[in-house]
């Protein structure tokens, strides 16, 4: 790590904070960067497997009990014909996501400002859906999202209610005193629609990126990680652990690597071997949202959503997948 003397991080979400905690951890010197002020949040319903974040807590030296706060007793999936079909969890739970975010930096440099510039040795662009350092991407595919912050619910039932024809869903995370009531479609109407009549305390919008971009990962000095570069379920929407894990994959190149070109190669292929069912998973949304549902391709493609809900912390058959999302 000779020649990388200090990495500058713009973004501290997930991706941005963890790989700051590790790369300082190591000894490695970095800066980040997130004009957002102290208490504001940014929109994610908080949902993860809390089997896999306590991986990421334990190497962030993190204590993860202090962050988990509702782990689901049922999982519900509802098809858009209404129909309800029950999955069992194995490790669905809500954190306290903003608490985690602030004890990740707690300590370390943090401006509350742009990264301005392209100086420092190495910059990574952790800005998720803006990909503010790398720039946009022609074919990029993002939906809107409109999140209601609503009254908590008495069960631990996390609901997932998907529109037809792969255009997104309406979902119910309850958390330790409220719960997060939301929904995801490119038809914004669809999504209000949805919503109405759910009380809320607050409102919080923005678009989320289903496309993984794995060929446009780097632009000169500046490596993108977490969302900027597509690391979120095509199917689920999922991308708090899918992005903590490609920011140690990252982390773990950049202690044995410093050259930019080097690094680059390395981590793609790593991103395409670790994510291999996004690619599919991509495909699998991209046919039966244009109506090409019985191919073989969609068939080959349960098994990766299989897994995928498995990562997400649902245990799910092949059966009760057809019945839910087709
Ligand atoms: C409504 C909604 C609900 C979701 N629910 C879930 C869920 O329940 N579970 C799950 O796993 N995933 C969920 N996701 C997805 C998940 O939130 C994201 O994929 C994940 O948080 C991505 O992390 P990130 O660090 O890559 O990006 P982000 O968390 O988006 O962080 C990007 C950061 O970059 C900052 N930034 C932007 N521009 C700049 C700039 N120019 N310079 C410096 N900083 C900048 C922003 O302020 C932000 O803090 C949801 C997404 C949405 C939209």
Request: aromatic share 8%.
């Amino acid at each position: 790590m000779d020649c990388l003397r200090l990495i500058r991080i713009a973004g501290l979400g997930v991706s941005g904070s963890y790989l700051m905690n590790r790369l300082s951890q190591e000894g490695i010197e970095c800066e980040g960067y997130d004009p957002k002020p102290p208490g504001f949040v940014v929109p994610c319903g908080y949902a993860l497997n809390s089997r896999l974040f306590f991986r990421f807590c334990e190497m962030a030296s993190l204590d993860s009990e202090k962050y988990i706060q509702v782990i689901a007793d049922d999982v519900v999936f509802r098809n858009s014909a209404g129909k309800a079909v029950h999955f069992s969890p194995a490790g669905l739970a809500t954190i306290d996501k903003n608490s985690f975010l602030a004890d990740l930096v707690s300590g370390l440099k943090v401006k509350h400002t742009l990264l301005t510039g392209k100086d420092g040795d190495l910059i990574i662009d952790a800005t998720g859906i803006s990909r503010s350092v790398l720039g946009p991407v022609v074919d990029d595919f993002t939906m809107r999202t409109l999140e209601y912050v609503s009254d908590p619910t008495e069960e631990s039932t996390f609901t997932f209610s998907f529109f037809p024809s792969g255009s997104g869903y309406h979902w119910i995370f309850p958390l330790s005193s409220y719960s997060h009531v939301g929904a995801g479609s490119d038809d914004l109407d669809t999504v209000r629609e949805s919503l109405e009549g759910t009380p809320h305390s607050r409102i919080l919008s923005r678009n989320i990126r289903l496309k993984p971009l794995f060929d446009d990962i780097s632009s000169g000095r500046a490596i993108g990680v977490g969302e900027a570069i597509g690391t979120v379920s095509p199917i689920t929407g999922e991308g708090i652990v899918p992005s903590l894990e490609c920011a140690e994959i990252l982390f773990q190149i950049l202690k044995e690597k410093d050259e930019p070109e080097a690094i680059v190669r390395e981590y793609r292929e790593q991103l395409k071997s670790s994510y291999s069912r996004y690619i599919r998973l991509f495909d699998l949304l991209m046919n039966v949202r244009t109506g090409k549902l019985l191919s073989l391709k969609n068939i080959g493609a349960l098994s990766p959503a299989r897994e995928d809900l498995r990562y997400f912390g649902i245990e799910a058959s092949l059966t009760k997948i057809i019945a839910a999302l087709l």
